[in-house]
């Protein structure tokens, strides 16, 4: 190996990182979190028409603000949330948790995105993201609200499996629509 070529090759690694650097900085604008905001907001509203028209069972929103208290105050695990006692303005806190989550997927989908040489205005690129993001309530929160991988064994009445796949898709609308609009 000659001198010039590890020269090349530092050089080149150092563009990279630069490149690389670049492109997590352009990443943290305010448009990109109205992205992320827009796209939790179009989850959530059609997320609500289809709880109306019985199409899907989520947890309630009280079940998931007790969880993300709990985890707050370091109790990851559960053998069943609901059993848990109530905690005052459970509501309040799924909210903006709830949010900083959208908004923080949404960063990363455009980091990701950005690094791989992905369009984000694909409607497939942000579908197929937002599919992989049922990772988290599948295999970690459902589990640990104790109520089994997927949400199996979720509490009666629920169809946790069904409800979050739905509800993801819907993200990866929101996340189609605010990139191409905002884009």
């Known amino acids: 190996m000659t001198a010039g070529r590890v020269n090349d090759t530092g050089a080149e690694t150092v563009a990279a990182y630069k490149e690389s650097k670049e492109i997590a900085m352009s990443i943290f604008s305010l448009r990109n979190v109205i992205i992320g905001v827009l796209a939790t907001v179009i989850m959530d509203v059609l997320s609500a028409v289809s709880f109306k028209l019985r199409l899907i069972a989520p947890l309630s929103p009280r079940l998931i603000g007790r969880w993300f208290a709990s985890v707050g105050r370091g109790q990851l695990l559960h053998s069943d949330i609901a059993q848990t006692t109530a905690i005052n303005h459970e509501r309040a806190i799924v909210a903006p948790v709830h949010y900083a989550i959208g908004v923080t997927l949404a960063l990363m989908y455009l980091f990701a995105c950005a690094s791989l040489g992905l369009d984000s205005r694909k409607p497939i690129t942000a579908l197929v ?4 993001t049922n990772t988290f309530p599948w295999l970690v929160m459902f ?5 089994g991988w997927f949400g199996t064994h ?8 069904q409800s979050s796949l739905v509800s993801h898709v819907f993200y990866g609308v929101g996340l189609w629509l605010g990139v191409s609009l905002l884009g």
């Open 129 to 132: 993201f937002a599919l992989c």
């Open 143 to 147: 589990p640990s609200m104790g109520f």
């Open 154 to 161: 979720g509490p009666p009445g629920t169809r946790l499996f």
